[in-house]
């Protein structure tokens, strides 16, 4: 048991150095650092970039479907819209914005200088960003189907046989495998840094189960970044196989099988969703209860249930493919493993249930994205049971429910729970406080468009609409949930716009933050705002997972509990 | 199982809503989807109801005395209850799936079964009715089934190019057509009429105009549409729409029965105008609207596979008065 007495003299930290470089040579040290904090906000703000790009491409959909027959972008350049919309918001925004907060975070919180491969983790962060400059080179280089496109336009899942070149004439299919085989090399870097860094890098006294739920929970993202990615980048390699070297492993006029497509891409693709969704949880595990004022509840349990949804997330992945003609043996333990999944996802929501609880919530603008999480997390979670009744799915899947659920998942869960995390750990990164003010006219905005289009997009799933088509008929009963849909898009564009405006401002005028602006417990708010190089003068030591806590409660520390 | 208020005024009366089903395979999906939507609705209230109870009552106070609240690191009990309660429920769900799954997917045909093979193509539907040996396009006539003695259809599913889906959401759930494999369905409508809905798995540039009808007729009906699909010999006479459509790219891609046109690729024509749309859906089966086609097919149907065929405007009323003849 280390010394008690060891923990005040952690916290004495040096004034943050800013030593007053010219122009050039600060950009030079941004392009060649390995500090895990400058390639985390590299990352971050790499991610807000695609986000507008994203956004515009969902914006310009939805401007096309506001009403049956319009005619403001052909099917082609629609085409290319879906496509490039959600390759780039998993691919360069989800993954690289959550792996910033990760990489920004997590030695902070676990007591470390900085990752174990400062490196790699610099190689990582370079990869990511070079696939999606490859990735949207295509609108400059590529073209698609029939040869009338210049951007990806098969789909982000790019089912076979479309991807084969008989189907998609022109290199912008190829664009679109070399972005993200790139892009994953960039993320199994990244990955093995997580692993590695929580596994040996946790200061003294933080055994394993003394680490805080978010580094768990991102144990558990970096090792399904290891299980997941490498399906994928294997079939993205086949597929360039395929059409460039005349193999035939999904190319059905030659013999190949488009379900083998189908089973590698979701078998990165089912648990590439709870790569993202940990990270979220992980933000959710530290925010709630430090506005609530009370300690996690369950702990074990909180590891208990992260660790088998990581387990349990990669035997789900063909409950994607109900549609497929499945046999009925095949389609049940689909159905039996994807209910099986909504069991521990079920206890963390009652967990942090258990946390607000008898505690004393403060409202301020990140624990209000927290709020409307929970409530939207639970919906999304049932119409995930839903869609995983597989009759059920017969009808829903490839519908326009089946959009609303995963944008239920990653706007109203992953999305809020960034936004979240962005008010939080901001006035560590950049020294200064969020304005509240215009948080709170974020906050309300963004849940009001949000609801606005996603909810009432379940609705013209159930009456029968596809996903993915640039048009359709009057008569069907879908003209006004469509109009109410694209109405809401321009209420969460607002919220964005907002939200970029407060990011500035706040840098630059922002109230200054000091060490721990939240009255927080884990370890990165023991050091300045923004932390020095190398995080601490001294390493910390701690006795619980909640050091700043026993400090701070000398006469009721958390070991004594623990 | 009472309906839904919501159901009945918003959902029931659009012609694709999965909530009002017309065949025993939507039917048992909507039975097993009112359950799970019970379920779900009873799970939805309680947690929300807490979640919103404890944000409300536990909202720190104006006027707090700043002291922490007391610090409960957990309780097995209360883990405990909220880790079976839900795998009850699981099992229960799970139980009701398989049921209905096996129901549908491993169901027997009785005899008098209608016999259909789609094969999906980019952008429209082949329908083959190999115990009639007759082959259509876009418009499936099947006979009504009467639920005391079912005389169902049988849809075995093939893709001549990339993925498709069949989707009518009122008779059945969706499954889909993939190249080298094939895919079994079967729908047993209980009222004639006509039922929509449409390709369900992005298959390129016009996935959005690969629509579907399905008209259900008495079994008289569809024997004597069966009996005037059969019949191909009756155009004895040439006219010069004939001629320009034999002597050009026409055949290359379309089939008319008893003349030299045996194009596989697009539509069979032999019986075009016995359809109501053309371009699988995209527009009414109309004389204007079929020369519009035969000049520029991307009017209707931008990126559909058929080119343009740059015919003279008299060379175009030849085509489209033949292509009228087509009954």
């Given at each position: 048991m280390a010394d008690a007495e060891s923990i005040p003299k952690s916290l004495v930290v040096l004034p943050v150095?800013?030593?007053?470089?010219?122009?050039?040579?600060?950009?030079?040290?941004?392009?060649?650092?390995?500090?895990?904090?400058?390639?985390?906000?590299?990352?971050?703000?790499?991610?807000?970039?695609?986000?507008?790009?994203?956004?515009?491409?969902?914006?310009?959909?939805?401007?096309?479907?506001?009403?049956?027959?319009?005619?403001?972008?052909?099917?082609?350049?629609?085409?290319?819209?879906?496509?490039?919309?959600?390759?780039?918001?998993?691919?360069?925004?989800?993954?690289?914005?959550?792996?910033?907060?990760?990489?920004?975070?997590?030695?902070?919180?676990?007591?470390?200088?900085?990752?174990?491969?400062?490196?790699?983790?610099?190689?990582?962060?370079?990869?990511?960003?070079?696939?999606?400059?490859?990735?949207?080179?295509?609108?400059?280089?590529?073209?698609?189907?029939?040869?009338?496109?210049?951007?990806?336009?098969?789909?982000?899942?790019?089912?076979?046989?479309?991807?084969?070149?008989?189907?998609?004439?022109?290199?912008?299919?190829?664009?679109?495998?070399?972005?993200?085989?790139?892009?994953?090399?960039?993320?199994?870097?990244?990955?093995?840094?997580?692993?590695?860094?929580?596994?040996?890098?946790?200061?003294?006294?933080?055994?394993?189960?003394?680490?805080?739920?978010?580094?768990?929970?991102?144990?558990?993202?970096?090792?399904?970044?290891?299980?997941?990615?490498?399906p994928l980048t294997a079939a993205q390699i086949m597929l360039l196989i395929d059409r460039y070297l005349g193999g035939h492993f999904f190319d059905t006029r030659a013999g190949g099988s488009a379900i083998v497509w189908m089973h590698f891409f979701w078998v990165f693709g089912h648990p590439e969703v709870y790569i993202l969704i940990m990270p979220a949880f992980a933000f959710i595990t530290e925010i709630v209860p430090v506005f609530s004022r009370k300690v996690i509840f369950g702990y074990p349990i909180m590891v208990a249930a992260s660790i088998s949804i990581g387990f349990i997330s990669m035997s789900v992945w063909a409950h994607h493919m109900f549609t497929v003609g499945m046999t009925s043996y095949g389609n049940a333990f689909f159905v039996a493993s994807t209910m099986a999944i909504a069991v521990p996802t079920g206890i963390k929501i009652f967990n942090w249930l258990g946390t607000m609880w008898g505690g004393k919530i403060v409202f301020k603008v990140p624990m209000l994205f927290c709020v409307a999480f929970l409530f939207q997390f639970l919906t999304a979670g049932l119409t995930g049971v839903m869609l995983a009744v597989a009759p059920f799915n017969w009808q829903l899947g490839g519908s326009y429910f089946v959009v609303a659920h995963f944008h239920y998942v990653i706007v109203g869960g992953i999305l809020f729970s960034l936004f979240a995390a962005f008010y939080y750990w901001f006035p560590k990164m950049s020294g200064r406080m969020l304005s509240e003010k215009l948080g709170r006219l974020h906050f309300w905005l963004f849940l009001i468009g949000f609801h606005m289009t996603f909810d009432f997009m379940h609705i013209p799933g159930i009456l029968g609409m596809p996903r993915r088509i640039y048009t359709y008929e009057p008569g069907r009963g879908w003209d006004t949930w469509n109009l109410i849909i694209t109405i809401g898009v321009a209420f969460q564009a607002a919220g964005i716009l907002v939200f970029i405006y407060n990011l500035f401002s706040s840098y630059l005028r922002g109230e200054p933050a000091g060490n721990d602006p939240w009255d927080a417990w884990t370890l990165e708010w023991s050091t300045s705002s923004p932390p020095p190089d190398y995080n601490f003068a001294k390493i910390p030591v701690v006795l619980s997972r909640r050091p700043l806590w026993d400090i701070k409660h000398p006469e009721d520390p958390d070991w004594k509990y623990e | 199982m009472a309906r839904l208020a919501f159901g009945q005024t918003l959902v029931e009366s659009t012609p694709t809503s999965i909530f009002s089903p017309a065949s025993t395979p939507a039917d048992s999906i909507y039975r097993l989807s009112l359950f799970v939507l019970v379920i779900c609705a009873g799970i939805f209230t309680t947690v929300f109801t807490l979640l919103l109870y404890s944000?409300?009552?536990?909202?720190?106070?104006?006027?707090?005395?700043?002291?922490?609240?007391?610090?409960?690191?957990?309780?097995?009990?209360?883990?405990?209850?909220?880790?079976?309660?839900?795998?009850?429920?699981?099992?229960?769900?799970?139980?009701?799936?398989?049921?209905?799954?096996?129901?549908?997917?491993?169901?027997?045909?009785?005899?008098?079964?209608?016999?259909?093979?789609?094969?999906?193509?980019?952008?429209?539907?082949?329908?083959?009715?190999?115990?009639?040996?007759?082959?259509?396009?876009?418009?499936?006539?099947?006979?009504?089934?009467?639920?005391?003695?079912?005389?169902?259809?049988?849809?075995?599913?093939?893709?001549?190019?990339?993925?498709?889906?069949?989707?009518?959401?009122?008779?059945?759930?969706?499954?889909?057509?993939?190249?080298?494999?094939?895919?079994?369905?079967?729908?047993?409508?209980?009222?004639?009429?006509?039922?929509?809905?449409?390709?369900?798995?992005?298959?390129?540039?016009?996935?959005?105009?690969?629509?579907?009808?399905?008209?259900?007729?008495?079994?008289?009906?569809?024997?004597?549409?069966?009996?005037?699909?059969?019949?191909?010999?009756?155009?004895?006479?040439?006219?010069?729409?004939?001629?320009?459509?034999?002597?050009?790219?026409?055949?290359?891609?379309?089939?008319?029965?008893?003349?030299?046109?045996?194009?596989?690729?697009?539509?069979?024509?032999?019986?075009?105008?016995?359809?109501?749309?053309?371009?699988?859906?995209?527009?009414?089966?109309?004389?204007?609207?079929?020369?519009?086609?035969?000049?520029?097919?991307?009017?209707?149907?931008?990126?559909?596979l058929m080119p343009a065929m740059q015919l003279e405007s008299q060379d175009l009323d030849a085509v489209t008065d033949y292509l009228l003849t087509l009954k």
């Open positions: 150095r800013d030593a007053v470089l010219p122009f050039f040579d600060r950009v030079h040290g941004w392009i060649t650092t390995v500090d895990h904090k400058r390639l985390g906000i590299m990352y971050i703000s790499y991610a807000l970039m695609f986000l507008i790009i994203g956004g515009i491409e969902a914006s310009i959909m939805r401007l096309q479907l506001i009403r049956p027959h319009n005619d403001f972008v052909s099917p082609q350049v629609f085409n290319r819209m879906f496509t490039m919309h959600g390759t780039t918001m998993i691919f360069f925004v989800a993954m690289p914005v959550l792996f910033g907060f990760i990489n920004y975070v997590l030695p902070l919180m676990i007591g470390a200088r900085d990752m174990a491969f400062p490196r790699l983790n610099a190689w990582g962060f370079w990869m990511t960003a070079c696939g999606g400059i490859i990735l949207y080179f295509s609108f400059l280089a590529g073209s698609g189907l029939y040869g009338a496109g210049s951007a990806p336009d098969v789909g982000w899942f790019a089912y076979a046989p479309l991807t084969a070149p008989v189907f998609s004439v022109g290199h912008s299919t190829d664009y679109w495998i070399v972005g993200l085989l790139i892009s994953g090399f960039g993320s199994i870097a990244t990955g093995i840094n997580f692993v590695t860094t929580i596994f040996c890098m946790r200061c003294p006294g933080m055994t394993l189960g003394k680490m805080p739920l978010f580094a768990w929970l991102n144990l558990v993202t970096g090792s399904l970044v290891l299980l997941a990615l490498g | 944000v409300v009552k536990y909202r720190r106070r104006e006027g707090d005395d700043g002291r922490e609240p007391p610090q409960i690191y957990g309780s097995n009990q209360v883990e405990l209850a909220w880790t079976v309660i839900p795998v009850l429920i699981v099992v229960v769900l799970f139980l009701a799936t398989a049921r209905v799954i096996h129901a549908l997917e491993d169901a027997r045909f009785p005899t008098g079964t209608t016999e259909v093979t789609v094969v999906g193509h980019q952008f429209w539907w082949e329908f083959q009715y190999p115990q009639h040996g007759l082959i259509t396009a876009n418009e499936l006539h099947v006979p009504v089934s009467d639920p005391q003695h079912p005389t169902p259809t049988h849809i075995t599913l093939l893709s001549a190019d990339t993925d498709h889906s069949f989707w009518v959401p009122r008779l059945a759930g969706k499954t889909d057509l993939i190249p080298n494999r094939i895919n079994h369905m079967w729908i047993d409508p209980h009222e004639t009429g006509v039922y929509v809905g449409q390709c369900a798995q992005y298959c390129g540039t016009q996935h959005a105009k690969m629509l579907l009808r399905i008209i259900v007729q008495s079994h008289a009906d569809f024997d004597r549409w069966v009996a005037e699909q059969r019949q191909t010999s009756q155009r004895g006479y040439v006219t010069r729409g004939r001629q320009i459509f034999e002597t050009t790219a026409c055949i290359n891609c379309h089939t008319i029965a008893g003349t030299n046109a045996h194009g596989t690729f697009g539509p069979d024509l032999t019986h075009l105008m016995s359809r109501e749309t053309i371009g699988s859906g995209a527009a009414l089966n109309t004389a204007e609207n079929l020369r519009q086609w035969v000049q520029n097919p991307n009017h209707f149907k931008p990126g559909a």
